[in-house]
């Protein structure tokens, strides 16, 4: 079949990765792609919301499914201008409608979901510039740090944690009354704040039923020590070595499965990623969020691990056999480390020329932000490349990776050289 591959990122390059290796996938669009993936299939210069440009290239090029990467095209509705359209309701979509996005699209919508069918979560309200003065007398009723998270989306930068309350007071308003991240904001959830460990689960179904891939843990700071600002996200390891089968099983049976159950009581056409992002408290899962598809950089150590056939997996949410189909998952360690621009995620250059790709051994190389020109790669983007390396334990193949980040050349790159600092002890 061929098979359209919907984003630009790092994310986008795993997944097309794993889909070309598939004998099913007889030619692979990627829209618009980078650097990478240009290797792998056809780069299309599509945006991901473009769904009219999307309908032509389908149509013109006899294109069966579309795996829809980011978020942006699942929340504006590409799964519903799919299956509305006549010539296109046959391709096979991989990820939720519109109404199944709003689990990503809006805070307040997600955790109303959550408390409605029992999902442990941090407690909550939400507010608006009209309820503004109600919003400080919530903030002085909790302790601090104090949680702000605008109800749309804001490209990872919806979040904020504040310690000091006269601060917490002031973002509220700036967030609301002052629309600083636009009509993100315009809406804000203000939440209980969850102290434990971070991770993520990743989940793909078809709306009946499930499977549970492998956990991940991502390293959001910029600084060592995970200090500095929030970014996209500059490194990941899988599996979470405290996520244990026990563990886990609490996530699938308090998490998993009221998720999809309530996504079946409600109606909601649900087919493709739950990226359940999770707090570890004392042993206990608590949701801080949901994504309507994979996480980067997680993707790029999420789906290396996986040994099925991904490309068959996905047939099978079209055609209604997923859930007889097999699922299996490498025992061996997976990490990635990401080379990002000098700056970010502040001011950076693009344009920088990348060398040392042929040096590189034991690794995979995910292009996120990266373009060819003429003969050279290169940097297009915050977050340029994910290196990502196999082991026996999480040290074997971190050592892989940061050799290897070592010997890709761009001006002002920069990683961080602690990713896994904090699960040292937890492998020990």
Not at 2 to 12: M, T
Not at 48 to 60: I, N, Q, R, S
């Amino acid at each position: 079949m061929n098979v359209l591959v919907v984003g630009s990122g790092g994310r986008e390059h795993a997944l097309s990765w794993k889909i070309a290796q598939s004998s099913l996938c007889e030619k692979l669009f990627i829209a618009p792609g980078n650097a990478g993936t240009a290797s792998l299939g056809e780069n299309i210069s599509i945006a991901v919301d473009d769904f009219e440009a999307m309908k032509d290239l389908v149509l013109e090029h006899n294109i069966s499914m579309v795996v829809v990467g980011p978020e942006d095209p699942l929340v504006k509705g590409i799964y519903d201008y799919f299956s509305a359209d006549e010539a296109l309701k046959e391709v096979t979509v991989i990820g939720p409608s519109k109404r199944g996005a709003q689990l990503e699209g809006s805070k307040e919508f997600s955790k109303q979901f959550m408390q409605k069918f029992g999902v442990p979560t941090a407690a909550y309200r939400s507010f608006s510039k009209d309820t503004l003065e109600t919003g400080y007398d919530f903030l002085e009723t909790l302790n601090p740090p104090f949680v702000l998270k605008a109800d749309g989306l804001a490209a990872g930068k919806g979040v904020l944690i504040i310690d000091d309350l006269t601060e917490a007071k002031a973002e509220l308003k700036a967030m609301l009354a002052d629309a600083k991240f636009g009509d993100a904001s315009s809406k804000v959830v203000i939440e209980e704040f969850l102290d434990g460990i971070e991770l993520s689960v990743f989940v793909l179904t078809d709306g009946e039923s499930y499977k549970v891939l492998p956990s991940a843990k991502d390293y959001k700071r910029i600084g060592e020590g995970d200090i500095g600002l929030n970014t996209g996200g500059m490194g990941a390891i899988s599996p979470v070595p405290f996520a244990d089968k026990f563990f886990l099983e609490k996530v699938e049976d308090r998490i998993i499965k009221p998720t999809v159950n309530g996504l079946k009581e409600e109606g909601i056409v649900y087919k493709g990623f739950i990226f359940i992002g999770l707090m570890n408290v004392n042993g206990d899962p608590y949701v801080i969020e949901y994504n309507v598809r994979m996480g980067d950089p997680e993707t790029e150590v999420v789906i290396p691990r996986i040994k099925s056939d991904l490309l068959n997996l996905f047939k099978g949410i079209g055609d209604g056999t997923f859930s007889e189909k097999d699922f299996y998952v490498d025992e061996d360690t997976a990490v990635t480390v990401m080379l990002v621009s000098g700056g970010y995620p502040e001011a950076y250059e693009k344009g920088k020329v990348m060398s040392g790709f042929e040096d590189c051994e034991d690794s995979i190389l995910f292009h996120a932000g990266t373009k060819q020109e003429g003969e050279d790669v290169v940097t297009n983007g915050g977050r340029v490349l994910a290196i990502t390396s196999y082991g026996r334990d999480m040290d074997i193949a971190l050592a892989k990776s940061f050799a290897n980040a070592e010997k890709i050349n761009f001006e002002n790159k920069y990683f961080r050289r602690d990713i896994g600092f904090d699960l040292q002890t937890e492998e020990a």
